[in-house]
């Protein structure tokens, strides 16, 4: 017998360790070096934006799909991850209040942004009024993107993320809970490249996500309100932006 207790760790294979890593540092990391290098640069040039956005596009997929690839290899089931098993009316009403609720703040939000005075204005601000798009080809792509990030990052964060933390926390008090916060933690460390408001913003959104996630059991609800969010900014975003 060993003369010391033996605490059962927390488990996770080494493939998933892997990616929740990268999520929560390499993502991250990314995201503010590069931000910081368009920021540099004395303005962002509509050819700049396309690639921009073309770049994302590719790069979530590919994390997709290693994602997916790891879940296959692993037989982790559909339901897990949010894409089976849920009621349909419950998906639907929740789907369609969550994003009128969110498009509405979205809405607001930009409002907001518009009537702060120059002097007072965040990062948050400058970033957004440079990565906007300007005219009908960068908006159809910035469409695009905005489709592929509702879809992607909420098969990261509220599918492979929370099912990963559920199946590490699940003796160690309440796993819903702890999954639902966990995963909002990288979701927001994500977007550090909006700042310290931006983060906090992105986790209130990310929580208010995962009780969606929760509710329901499925990832509709969320894909569908991040996508809608998103394509308002994009759309409303420069309006809102040209007026300040």
């Not at 089976?84 to 498009?103: E, F, H, I, K």
């Not at 992607?152 to 699940?170: D, K, L, N, P």
Request: charged fraction near 15%.
């Amino acid at each position: 017998m060993l003369p010391f207790p033996v605490v059962n760790y927390l488990y996770i294979p080494w493939d998933f360790f892997l990616i929740l890593f990268f999520l929560g540092v390499v993502v991250p990391w990314r995201g503010t070096a590069r931000i910081k290098r368009l920021m540099s640069k004395p303005q962002l040039t509509a050819a700049g934006r396309l690639s921009l956005y073309a770049s994302t596009i590719g790069f979530q997929w590919l994390i997709v799909a290693v994602v997916v690839w790891r879940c296959v290899a692993r037989a982790v089931d559909p339901v897990e991850l949010g894409l089976a098993g849920a009621d349909s009316v419950r998906v639907a009403w929740t789907t369609l209040g969550l994003t009128a609720l969110l498009c509405a703040n979205q809405v607001m939000g930009l409002r907001k942004m518009a009537s702060v005075p120059e002097g007072k204005r965040g990062p948050l601000f400058s970033i957004t009024e440079r990565i906007m798009p300007n005219g009908p080809t960068e908006a159809l792509v910035f469409a695009a993107l905005a489709c592929t990030a509702g879809l992607s990052e909420e098969f990261w964060y509220r599918g492979f993320v929370f099912m990963a933390f559920i199946r590490m926390m699940v003796n160690y008090g309440p796993p819903l809970v702890a999954a639902a916060i966990l995963s909002s933690v990288l979701f927001s460390v994500a977007h550090l490249y909006q700042g310290r408001r931006g983060v906090i913003t992105t986790f209130v959104v990310g929580m208010i996500f995962a009780s969606a996630r929760i509710w329901t059991g499925s990832l509709v609800p969320v894909i569908c309100a991040h996508i809608a969010i998103d394509l308002v900014a994009g759309i409303l975003g420069p309006r809102f932006l040209r007026r300040a």
